[in-house]
């Protein structure tokens, strides 16, 4: 079946743009998380949702990172006001429940901010 | 706060021994603990995990880890390496107090030489 799709693979922007990125769970997967990698370092947790409502969002480093998941599927990372340490791959993963069942990751959207 | 330590930034071995890779963890409650697996252009894959029960836990491709709660850790084990096993592995923990944050380490890369 379908995996975790990210859209786009790639997205080069300039400074100070705003950017949105997709995440297409895997279908019934209610569980959805956003991840952040930077080169040579392991993921960094930005926000979880739980259904609709994004049940920790802990991890986002300011108020120029939201996300959205209005019907309980697709996702939208959204980042105002880019700044170059914005640069890195974005991952979106899901899993079926929250707590302990594994994540489902999705190839990544590479953002540049130039 | 939850941490999680892969002390090695690379291994290597050669095809038919056997390999190691190490991970220790820090969280306030009990430990859920994964292994995930990132080849080259792909995303990344889970392998294993630790939940409750049996310390050793079996996974995908041969692959098994022993959770050691004196010790923290939750080292990956495979009996004999293949050229094929050549990625980079992440270890990965979160807690059965209550929260969705899943915290990763940097990372770990494997050589497996023919």
């Known amino acids: 079946g379908a995996g975790v799709s990210q859209t786009p693979s790639n997205k080069v922007t300039e400074k100070g743009k705003y950017v949105e990125l997709r995440c297409d769970p895997i279908?019934?997967?209610?569980?959805l998380y956003w991840y952040r990698q930077s080169l040579g370092q392991g993921p960094e947790f930005l926000i979880y949702f739980q259904g609709t409502g994004a049940a920790d969002d802990s991890g986002l480093p300011n108020d120029r990172f939201f996300a959205v998941r209005p019907e309980g599927s697709v996702s939208t990372l959204k980042i105002q006001r880019t700044e170059r340490g914005d640069s890195a791959v974005y991952l979106c993963a899901s899993s079926l429940t929250s707590s302990y069942n594994e994540q489902f990751f999705g190839p990544g959207t590479r953002l540049t901010v130039l | 706060a939850q941490s999680v330590a892969q002390p090695e930034d690379q291994v290597n071995v050669a095809e038919g021994n056997p390999l190691t890779v190490k991970c220790t963890y820090s969280v306030s409650g009990n430990p859920y603990l994964f292994w995930y697996v990132q080849y080259p252009n792909r995303g990344l894959q889970f392998l294993l995990k630790y939940i409750t029960g049996d310390n050793l836990v079996k996974g995908s491709y041969g692959f098994e880890a022993e959770f050691n709660k004196s010790q923290t850790s939750f080292h990956l084990k495979k009996p004999s390496a293949l050229v094929s096993d050549s990625a980079l592995y992440f270890c990965?923990?979160?807690?059965?107090?209550?929260?969705?944050?899943?915290?990763f380490g940097a990372g770990t890369r494997l050589f497996v030489k023919a």
């Open positions: 990965a923990v979160r807690d059965d107090t209550g929260g969705f944050k899943t915290i």
């Open positions: 279908s019934g997967h209610t569980a």
